[in-house]
Nanobody
Framework: QVRVVESGGGLVQPGGSLTLACAAS????????MSWFRQAPGKERELVAV???????NYADSVKGRFTISRDNAKKMVYLQMNSLKPEDTAVYYC???????WGKGTLVTVSS
């Protein structure tokens, strides 16, 4: 069955960096776009970044220039490199296969001094 498992979250100081990873299984990974979403306390879940099956990418304005999404089709992995982190980046981060209604448990990122 479809499964995604996020990892790599943690506590980081403002200005720091963190890389999230998502392991996917149960579907033909290379054919699907993959997205990272996040949900901050008391807020709705929002789209952060997308990487299409072609390798093209899109980013939310709030993270453009700071975050980089990438994928490794051979390993069925998608990554989110996060630089210059801000307290407002604090959230639970989720990855998702585009077009599939399956959510993993997410990984918590806390940006605080």
């Amino acid at each position: 069955q479809v499964r995604v498992v996020e990892s790599g979250g943690g506590l980081v100081q403002p200005g720091g960096s963190l890389t999230l990873a998502c392991a996917a299984s149960g579907f033909t990974f290379s054919r699907y776009g993959m997205s990272w979403f996040r949900q901050a306390p008391g807020k709705e879940r929002e789209l952060v970044a997308v990487i299409f099956s072609t390798g093209g990418t899109n980013y939310a304005d709030s993270v453009k220039g700071r975050f980089t999404i990438s994928r490794d089709n051979a390993k069925k992995m998608v990554y989110l490199q996060m630089n210059s982190l801000k307290p407002e980046d604090t959230a639970v981060y989720y990855c998702k296969a585009n077009g599939m209604n399956y959510w993993g448990k997410g990984t918590l990122v806390t940006v605080s001094s």
